[in-house]
T-cell receptor, first 112, second 117 residues
């Protein structure tokens, strides 16, 4: 069965510093991969997605992610973090039956 | 504007009462989903529906029920059999197919926080 692991429960970075959030997935074929962001008490917003093609995908709000098949990873990156990026981030993989399997999430804190 | 609405945003109930959470979408999506979110546990799938008048249990369906009588609507009932109903509930929808390919991309509503005391 498909699964997603986000190894970091919390991450704290300084404003202006670079960011990388880790995501590892388990899936036999070429996966459909997603990153979502959630502000406290809100729904999830799609940041970016990977289906096929270029392994480096660009998303909204200056985020990008790189698909690495050999490492079963889909890490999210941003070169310079803003205080407004503080939120919870979820990685997800497409699963049989048109479903998504989500990781447990990583809470990002930004310090000024 | 197209999107998903969930109402109410906050809901309070006494233990032993059934409660129904509303989810409506005007995106013309075929598939709809209900998730439960608890701190540190990510999103867990309760029920999903790929088409009107059909739905399937997700990973944690016990104590919940749904209906899908209209394409736009997918209400969730939290019954008194649900042992720990206090949580944040999220509804989502998906187009199922995009340009002939399965579309896993889901769009989310703002959520309903249910508190049962």
């Amino acid at each position: 069965a498909q699964s997603v692991t986000q190894p970091d429960i919390h991450i704290t970075v300084s404003e202006g510093a670079s960011l990388e959030l880790r995501c590892n997935y388990s899936y036999g074929a070429t996966p459909y991969l997603f990153w979502y962001v959630q502000s406290p008490g809100q729904g999830l917003q799609l940041l970016l997605k990977y289906f096929s093609g270029d392994t480096l995908v660009q998303g909204i709000k200056g985020f990008e992610a790189e698909f690495k098949r050999s490492q079963s990873s889909f890490n999210l990156r941003k070169p310079s973090v803003h205080w407004s990026d503080a939120a919870e981030y979820f990685c997800a993989v497409g699963a049989y039956g048109n479903k998504l399997v989500f990781g447990a999430g990583t809470i990002l804190r930004v310090k000024s | 504007d197209g999107g998903i609405t969930q109402s109410p945003k906050y809901l309070f109930r006494k233990e032993g009462q059934n409660v129904t959470l509303s989810c409506e979408q005007n995106l013309n999506h075929d598939a709809m989903y209900w998730y439960r979110q608890d701190p540190g546990q990510g999103l867990r799938l309760i029920y999903y529906s790929q088409i009107v008048n059909d739905f399937q249990k997700g990973d944690i369906a016990e104590g919940y029920s749904v209906s899908r009588e209209k394409k736009e609507s997918f209400p969730l009932t939290v019954t008194s059999a649900q042992k720990n109903p206090t949580a944040f509930y999220l509804c989502a929808s998906s187009s199922s197919l995009t340009r002939g390919r399965i579309s896993y991309e889901q769009y989310f509503g703002p959520g309903t926080r249910l508190t049962v005391t």
